[in-house]
């Protein structure tokens, strides 16, 4: 097994890697950073993010020490840890919500009101299984964080090799200076072009599995939300109706309220919605109908795939990074 | 201001209140609970309710010892703890989202990938109005759960009628055993009709504000689930549009992807985005359509209504106990 399965595609690719071995080669294309004053990320919200200020400082050795986590992917490992709170926090609200729907249903026979007893039960029923839907939200949110996890992992190892062609690189301007005639300098020529070749296959590994991976988690999550969303409208709105059943008009001291005969009405709102709940189905277009313009993208070819139309294209997941973490 | 809003009317309730002056009068008609073999609750939703089983223990004396909530009130006062817990769950979750968002965002800008960077910056902004619906719910539920809390206390003032109530039938009882002809029975005889009398009052009073604050919480909390869900689904499905415009077509190694076009139809979603928030509207219909039949339950008269028609009408919520706790 090769060490990567761009290889056998990467030695026809002569021309396209030979513009990159020139003067810029020490310094890495992704770190140069634009002005992004009219972005929305500028405008206030960061907040916390001092240290690594608007102008992202630019890769070097010395902004690793102390650290445990690589520099490149230090931001996605915080994020990652962030969306595991997020997920604890919608786990605690499910199981809060199933908690106080038995509570709720628990007080309710102990008013001894047949009316009360019967919907704050049922209304339990309801909210308990909004409090189940929260609950498969938060795991449908842990299958997100598994994909963030890929491109965290192909981060971490993509750094390695910025490092080792910027060291190279480093002590052949050091040599340069010193010694210019020394023989060593062809040797170490020769190491830059050998990095450079493996740093080309890592950033291209590293765009591709950034790109696909952020779409899938972002989209496995926009539709979790969809989801969640959509059953909990089921939820409530049969929960209003049961609500509907409960006679609120006041009664005077000593009156009796008239008996309770909306047992069968209440009993009938929770089988529709069990019925509304079966029938639920997901969306089937991948993404929203409006951004028909954008989906040829999917077709589009890569400037270069031409030279090696059977190779990559199996490979697009081709990292041998394992996902866990 | 006399104690009770009902005093006016109740004078008129003789024959009514009468009803409740023969042996019955010692035990409260509430706690006679029915056996409710076929309700939800008992499906072993429970687990925690050892101590109340599926038979309640009926009011007595004893066990109110130790206890710093009133017997009546104990139920929906860890109800509402729980709404606590669940608030700040959800709470937990707005913050949690809006972080994320942020971090997105940053993590985006430093790839160096204009499509990675503007994508994320944009689905940032979606996901952080995602948090913020999340944290306007959390608010909702509150605002519901002061609503419970007119139920608590209005339990907790019924609560020592109740036990007035029961003293004094209690001590007749046991004077008639001793002393059947002692003079003080004539005495406590009166006292426990002017007890009854104030009870009638109380649980009356506690009956209405039970079912009309029920209501009123849980229509409010499944009304706020509604409002969420439709907001959150129209951020998510223009976040899928978003997440369209970002071409995940592997690349080669060496190769460059083309220059990212897409900045001005992910600014145009964003619009879109903002215009359907702002379009939202909230259902008209104060309960769902298909429960017609239950709607004339509020023209109905309760059966002794006729007498007092000008009395207790407007006194519905005429509970003088402050909502605050």
Redesign the interface.
């Known amino acids: 097994m090769s060490r990567s399965s761009?290889d056998g595609?990467?030695m026809q690719?002569g021309p396209?890697?030979l513009?990159?071995h020139s003067g810029e080669s020490v310094t890495n294309?992704?770190?140069?950073?634009r002005n992004?004053a009219l972005?929305?990320?500028s405008g206030g919200?960061?907040?916390k993010?001092s240290s690594?200020g608007s102008q992202?400082p630019s890769f070097s050795f010395s902004s690793l020490r102390g650290q445990s986590q690589p520099e490149l992917s230090r931001?996605?490992f915080?994020?990652i840890k962030?969306?595991n709170?997020?997920i604890n926090?919608?786990e605690?609200?499910g199981r809060?919500?199933i908690?106080?729907?038995?509570?709720?249903?628990?007080?309710g026979?102990?008013?001894?009101?047949?009316?009360?007893?019967d919907?704050?039960?049922?209304?339990?029923?309801v909210?308990?299984e909004?409090g189940e839907q929260e609950d498969t939200y938060a795991h449908a949110l842990d299958d997100s964080r598994g994909r963030l996890k890929s491109i965290r992992n192909t981060e971490k190892s993509v750094q390695p090799s910025r490092v080792g062609k910027a060291k190279i690189a480093d002590e052949i301007a050091k040599l340069k200076m010193k010694e210019p005639e020394s023989a060593r300098l062809v040797v170490l020529e020769q190491e830059l072009v050998r990095a450079e070749a493996e740093n080309?296959?890592a950033?291209?590994q590293l765009?591709?599995i950034?790109?696909?991976k952020?779409?899938e988690a972002?989209?496995a999550?926009?539709?979790a939300?969809?989801e969640?969303?959509?059953k909990?409208?089921i939820?409530?709105?049969?929960?209003?109706?049961l609500?509907?059943?409960?006679?609120?008009?006041?009664?005077?001291?000593?009156?009796?309220?008239?008996n309770y005969t909306?047992g069968s009405?209440a009993r009938q709102?929770l089988n529709?919605c069990e019925d509304d709940l079966r029938d639920w189905r997901p969306e089937v277009e991948?993404?929203?109908a409006?951004?028909e313009?954008?989906?040829p993208?999917?077709e589009?070819?890569?400037?270069?795939?031409i030279e090696?139309d059977d190779?990559?294209?199996e490979?697009?997941t081709g990292t041998k990074i394992p996902e866990s973490a």
């Open positions: 761009f595609s990467f690719l396209a890697y513009r990159y294309s992704p770190p140069t950073h992004r972005s929305i990320r919200k960061s907040g993010g690594s992202l931001k996605l915080k994020l962030s969306e709170n997020l926090a919608h605690a609200a809060e919500r908690n106080i729907a038995t509570q709720l249903s628990e007080w026979e102990q008013t001894g009101d047949d009316a009360v007893s919907i704050s039960d049922k209304v339990g029923v909210l308990s909004i080309l296959v950033e291209a765009s591709n950034t790109r696909q952020l779409k972002y989209d999550e926009f539709l939300t969809i969640r969303a959509e909990q409208i939820l409530a709105k049969h929960g209003r109706r609500l509907s059943l409960l006679d609120d008009t006041p009664v005077i001291p000593g009156d009796t309220r008239p909306e009405q709102i529709d991948p993404y929203d409006p951004v313009e954008t989906s993208a999917k589009k070819q890569p400037a270069l795939d090696a190779g990559p294209k490979t697009e």
